[in-house]
């Protein structure tokens, strides 16, 4: 899968991948409320799911106008045993770069080869 930003108005929600490099593929999701977190075999974070995306971003002062007329989107996500932290960095046609800075708590520690960041 190559990298993909899309915002589907009519469902509300926000997809950013980052698609899978030569030696990974995808595992499995982590299901954290309305985000849902694409996992490779690598263990790390690949892709992310906003369900009710105009909710969710809300408190971040990120507003239905620009996940709408959204130009650019991307995410960075570290994988530690317990947690997951994600900063997602939206920004809107002839809009600044608005930040989100989520962190996941998992119930089942993530696995993976080496730490590393993504």
Do not use: C
Request: glycine share 6%; proline share 4%; charged share 30%.
């Amino acid at each position: 899968m190559a990298k993909l930003v899309s915002y589907d108005k009519e469902n509300d929600i926000l997809v950013i991948h980052n698609g899978f490099s030569a030696n990974e593929k995808f595992k499995g999701n982590i299901d954290a409320g309305d985000l849902i977190l694409d996992m490779s075999t690598e263990g790390r974070v690949r892709g992310i799911e906003v369900l009710n995306a105009t909710s969710f971003f809300k408190e971040f002062e990120i507003g239905r106008k620009a996940l709408e007329n959204l130009s650019e989107a991307r995410f960075n996500a570290i994988v530690k045993p317990t947690s997951i932290l994600i900063a997602i960095m939206i920004k809107g046609k002839n809009m600044q770069e608005m930040p989100a800075k989520i962190a996941v708590p998992i119930e089942v520690p993530v696995r993976r080869k080496s730490p590393q960041r993504l």
